[in-house]
């Protein structure tokens, strides 16, 4: 179950980056086939591999296992941003989030 939850993650974000298995596999210093060995659940990466991975992918390990998180950056930069409001302006976003969830 985990390998195929690591593997379907690391597609997806890769994806979402816009860069191919081979293309990221040479930037990390690796073989041309290794992130699809990985992607395919052939193998797992070393640790050390896992975080050139993440540092290439611009996302946490936390985030990276984060599995429904989509948008891992987007996530990241609401959050920052959210630490900047003022407490009536919290409670606006709060009263927003929970209509646009509301009409799902």
């Keep these: 179950m985990y390998e195929k939850n690591f593997a379907m993650r690391l597609t997806q974000l890769r994806m979402q980056k816009?860069?191919?298995a081979r293309d990221m596999s040479l930037s990390l210093g690796q073989s041309a086939g290794y992130i699809n060995t990985i992607e395919s659940g052939k193998s797992?990466?070393?640790m050390t591999a896992f975080f050139y991975?993440?540092?290439y992918l611009h996302v946490t390990p936390m985030e990276f296992f984060?599995?429904?998180a989509e948008?891992?950056?987007q996530m990241k930069e609401l959050g920052e941003k959210i630490k900047l409001l003022s407490p009536q302006q919290l409670d606006a976003m709060l009263t927003l989030v929970n209509g646009l969830i509301a009409r799902k």
């Design 44 to 46: 797992f990466p070393s």
């Design 66 to 68: 984060d599995f429904p």
């Design 18 to 20: 816009g860069v191919s």
């Design 71 to 73: 948008n891992p950056w």
């Design 53 to 55: 991975i993440c540092e």
